[in-house]
């Protein structure tokens, strides 16, 4: 295993362990500021951090599973556990959402009165801030490692940024102009956020099981390798994947027919590694055709 690697994974492990910890503090701190408010919104945000500590567990399992070595029988390494847990995670979300959702519902015709909002606020400052810590951390890790699990996990805990700031504001209201129903109705707001953002998590997740083609700006890159190498003359049938945060690539690299074998692979070891140096940790896999060959070639058979 490279030293790249081994370093961006120590980071996701990193990212893993610290989610787990701050969702279950903010979990115990949520949990007896919602029994001694009575509010709603809080009682939501409580809700969405107990979704956080299971997503957040789902996370740390899935990171530690996909850093694993490849193997005889995972030749492509378990890259993917991370994109499962990321659809796990997406469940819970909504699962949290649909969830506050009906005890609004309930609350808009069983009101209950609100008790000591200052500390409720003084809560949600509290976990607005140790929130905004940890995703600039796990923005740092995507950044480097482009791992979708610490990615799902920071859109989840970006969601809940907004609920604590909508949350303050709530209690706030509450607080100055005793206005009761804007609690519920606040709880009512982060809920549909939390199942707008449980929606794009599975969509990332399942293009990623799926092995959806890679950004049209990654594929350009490739194919402007090839176009600026002197030898190459002309390349097709390129596919593109992500194995959680590992790039593959295949193609097609068309050379003049009449090099050896042996020469025709050292100038393919040369764009492989050009494009390793692009993507560092990338899997190459390059079939060398004579320039002119008439063959079925993928890119002409493929539906849109």
Request: glycine share 6%.
């Amino acid at each position: 295993m490279s030293l790249l690697r081994q370093d961006n994974n120590g980071l996701k492990k990193i990212a893993a362990a610290a989610s787990v910890f701050l969702s279950i503090s903010l979990m115990l701190i949520k949990l007896f500021a919602s029994v001694y408010t009575g509010s709603l919104a809080v009682l939501s945000s409580l809700v969405d951090s107990i979704s956080d500590i299971f997503a957040s567990l789902i996370t740390f399992i899935a990171v530690r599973f996909s850093t694993l070595p490849a193997s005889k029988n995972h030749r492509y390494g378990y890259g993917k556990a991370e994109a499962l847990s990321a659809l796990i995670q997406s469940a819970f979300v909504a699962g949290s959402g649909i969830f506050v959702i009906y005890e609004g519902i309930d609350r808009i015709f069983n009101p209950r009165p609100l008790n000591d909002t200052f500390f409720g606020i003084l809560v949600m400052v509290i976990s607005f801030f140790a929130t905004l810590f940890l995703i600039l951390f796990q923005k740092y890790v995507v950044k480097k490692t482009s791992s979708i699990a610490v990615q799902a996990d920071s859109l989840h805990y970006m969601v809940d940024i907004i609920t604590n700031a909508t949350i303050i504001l709530s209690l706030l209201v509450v607080k100055f102009f005793n206005v009761w129903w804007f609690d519920t109705l606040t709880a009512i707001f982060v809920s549909g956020y939390l199942l707008y953002n449980a929606y794009k998590i599975a969509k990332s997740a399942i293009s990623l099981l799926l092995d959806k083609e890679l950004g049209a700006d990654i594929r350009k890159s490739i194919e402007n390798i090839v176009k600026n190498c002197s030898f190459c003359l002309g390349m097709h049938d390129l596919r593109t994947r992500d194995l959680g945060g590992i790039y593959i690539f295949e193609f097609h690299l068309e050379l003049d027919g009449n090099l050896s074998l042996y020469n025709a692979h050292k100038l393919t070891d040369i764009i492989e590694r050009e494009v390793k140096n692009l993507y560092p940790g990338a899997q190459v896999i390059i079939h060398q055709d004579p320039a002119g060959l008439e063959e079925e070639r993928l890119d002409n058979i493929l539906v849109k």
